[in-house]
Protein backbone atom coordinates (compact mmCIF):
# COMPACT_ATOMS: atom_id res chain seq x y z
CA UNK A 1 0.00 0.00 0.00
CA UNK A 2 1.29 3.05 -0.60
CA UNK A 3 0.54 7.05 -0.07
CA UNK A 4 1.07 9.75 -2.47
CA UNK A 5 4.62 10.51 -2.59
CA UNK A 6 6.25 14.04 -2.53
CA UNK A 7 9.75 14.03 -4.83
CA UNK A 8 10.20 17.05 -6.08
CA UNK A 9 11.05 16.81 -9.73
CA UNK A 10 14.16 18.60 -9.58
CA UNK A 11 15.54 16.05 -7.12
CA UNK A 12 14.40 13.04 -9.24
CA UNK A 13 16.25 14.43 -12.13
CA UNK A 14 19.17 15.47 -9.95
CA UNK A 15 19.15 11.56 -9.05
CA UNK A 16 18.77 10.21 -11.67
CA UNK A 17 22.07 12.49 -12.99
CA UNK A 18 24.27 11.10 -10.30
CA UNK A 19 23.45 7.32 -10.23
CA UNK A 20 23.86 7.82 -13.95
CA UNK A 21 27.24 9.34 -13.74
CA UNK A 22 27.92 6.98 -10.77
CA UNK A 23 27.12 4.26 -12.96
CA UNK A 24 29.72 5.48 -15.41
CA UNK A 25 32.18 6.06 -12.95
CA UNK A 26 31.69 2.37 -11.87
CA UNK A 27 32.81 1.55 -15.45
CA UNK A 28 35.58 3.15 -15.60
CA UNK A 29 37.08 2.02 -11.98
CA UNK A 30 36.38 -1.99 -13.17
CA UNK A 31 38.33 -0.66 -16.60
CA UNK A 32 41.40 0.94 -14.26
CA UNK A 33 40.96 -2.39 -12.01
CA UNK A 34 41.91 -4.49 -14.44
CA UNK A 35 44.39 -2.43 -16.96
CA UNK A 36 47.59 -1.45 -16.43
CA UNK A 37 48.78 2.33 -15.89
CA UNK A 38 49.93 2.54 -19.49
CA UNK A 39 46.58 1.38 -20.77
CA UNK A 40 44.46 3.79 -18.90
CA UNK A 41 44.58 7.41 -20.07
CA UNK A 42 46.01 9.98 -17.37
CA UNK A 43 42.74 12.18 -17.37
CA UNK A 44 40.37 8.91 -16.61
CA UNK A 45 42.78 8.28 -13.38
CA UNK A 46 42.11 11.99 -12.67
CA UNK A 47 38.27 11.63 -13.30
CA UNK A 48 37.90 8.87 -11.38
CA UNK A 49 39.85 10.23 -8.61
CA UNK A 50 38.97 13.40 -8.54
CA UNK A 51 34.95 13.08 -9.10
CA UNK A 52 34.17 9.95 -6.73
CA UNK A 53 33.91 11.14 -3.26
CA UNK A 54 32.40 14.33 -4.31
CA UNK A 55 29.77 12.67 -6.39
CA UNK A 56 29.39 10.09 -3.61
CA UNK A 57 28.72 12.30 -1.40
CA UNK A 58 26.34 14.59 -2.99
CA UNK A 59 24.03 11.60 -3.78
CA UNK A 60 24.10 10.26 -0.50
CA UNK A 61 23.00 13.77 0.72
CA UNK A 62 20.45 14.08 -1.82
CA UNK A 63 19.26 10.05 -1.27
CA UNK A 64 18.71 10.78 2.80
CA UNK A 65 17.10 13.91 2.68
CA UNK A 66 14.60 13.72 -0.56
CA UNK A 67 14.53 9.96 -1.54
CA UNK A 68 14.57 7.96 1.94
CA UNK A 69 12.44 11.02 3.26
CA UNK A 70 9.73 10.44 0.55
CA UNK A 71 9.78 6.43 0.66
CA UNK A 72 9.53 6.82 4.44
CA UNK A 73 6.37 8.71 4.03
CA UNK A 74 4.51 6.95 1.21
CA UNK A 75 5.21 3.10 1.30
CA UNK A 76 3.09 1.64 4.05
CA UNK A 77 5.03 -1.65 4.45
CA UNK A 78 6.78 -2.79 7.81
CA UNK A 79 9.51 -3.73 5.40
CA UNK A 80 9.92 0.00 4.68
CA UNK A 81 12.04 1.53 8.16
CA UNK A 82 14.54 -1.19 7.31
CA UNK A 83 15.33 -0.95 3.97
CA UNK A 84 16.04 2.74 4.68
CA UNK A 85 17.97 2.08 7.50
CA UNK A 86 20.10 -0.75 5.58
CA UNK A 87 20.75 2.02 2.86
CA UNK A 88 21.53 4.39 5.48
CA UNK A 89 24.05 2.15 6.84
CA UNK A 90 25.34 1.03 3.52
CA UNK A 91 26.25 4.71 3.06
CA UNK A 92 28.63 5.26 5.75
CA UNK A 93 30.11 2.20 4.59
CA UNK A 94 30.05 3.38 0.83
CA UNK A 95 31.53 6.89 2.44
CA UNK A 96 34.73 4.77 3.82
CA UNK A 97 35.55 1.93 1.15
CA UNK A 98 35.43 5.09 -1.07
CA UNK A 99 37.86 6.88 0.95
CA UNK A 100 40.23 3.11 0.68
CA UNK A 101 39.43 3.28 -2.70
CA UNK A 102 41.25 6.55 -3.66
CA UNK A 103 43.88 5.28 -1.99
CA UNK A 104 43.85 2.23 -3.63
CA UNK A 105 43.56 4.19 -6.88
CA UNK A 106 46.81 6.48 -6.08
CA UNK A 107 49.13 3.31 -5.47
CA UNK A 108 47.46 1.66 -9.11
CA UNK A 109 48.29 4.71 -10.46
CA UNK A 110 51.98 4.84 -10.26
CA UNK A 111 52.51 1.65 -12.04
CA UNK A 112 54.88 0.21 -9.23
CA UNK A 113 53.91 -3.57 -8.74
CA UNK A 114 53.95 -4.27 -5.29
CA UNK A 115 52.43 -7.42 -3.28
CA UNK A 116 49.32 -5.55 -2.79
CA UNK A 117 48.75 -4.62 -6.29
CA UNK A 118 46.34 -7.58 -6.67
CA UNK A 119 44.17 -6.68 -3.28
CA UNK A 120 44.15 -2.82 -4.60
CA UNK A 121 42.26 -4.26 -7.69
CA UNK A 122 40.00 -6.48 -6.48
CA UNK A 123 38.83 -3.88 -3.66
CA UNK A 124 38.07 -1.14 -6.63
CA UNK A 125 36.33 -3.89 -8.50
CA UNK A 126 34.19 -5.01 -5.17
CA UNK A 127 33.88 -1.55 -4.47
CA UNK A 128 32.27 -0.77 -8.08
CA UNK A 129 30.13 -3.89 -7.88
CA UNK A 130 28.89 -2.93 -4.20
CA UNK A 131 28.09 0.95 -5.68
CA UNK A 132 26.32 -0.34 -8.46
CA UNK A 133 23.95 -2.87 -6.12
CA UNK A 134 23.34 0.06 -4.04
CA UNK A 135 22.44 2.18 -6.78
CA UNK A 136 19.92 -0.26 -8.60
CA UNK A 137 18.01 -0.77 -5.47
CA UNK A 138 17.98 2.94 -4.83
CA UNK A 139 16.49 3.53 -8.64
CA UNK A 140 13.81 0.71 -7.32
CA UNK A 141 12.72 2.79 -5.00
CA UNK A 142 12.73 5.92 -6.71
CA UNK A 143 10.33 4.24 -9.59
CA UNK A 144 7.96 2.99 -6.59
CA UNK A 145 7.95 6.37 -6.02
CA UNK A 146 7.20 7.46 -9.10
CA UNK A 147 4.76 4.78 -9.72
CA UNK A 148 2.64 5.91 -6.44
CA UNK A 149 2.11 9.56 -7.95
CA UNK A 150 0.87 7.77 -10.94
CA UNK A 151 -1.25 5.72 -8.56
CA UNK A 152 0.17 2.47 -9.92
CA UNK A 153 1.78 -0.59 -8.88
CA UNK A 154 5.57 -2.03 -9.71
CA UNK A 155 4.21 -5.65 -9.13
CA UNK A 156 0.84 -7.09 -10.19
CA UNK A 157 -0.40 -10.17 -8.65
Known amino acids: MTRKAEL??????????NHHTL???CLLLEEIATSGPSEIAPENWRTAADAMQPLL??????E???????FDR????????????????EHRGDAHACKRVLQALNRLEGGNYSPGEQADRQLVTGFAEALRRHILCEQFMLETLIAAED????ITT
Open 8 to 17: RAADVAALER
Open 23 to 25: LSL
Open 57 to 62: EDTHEL
Open 64 to 70: ERSLFAS
Open 74 to 89: TVVSPLSPGAVQRLRA
Open 151 to 154: DRSL
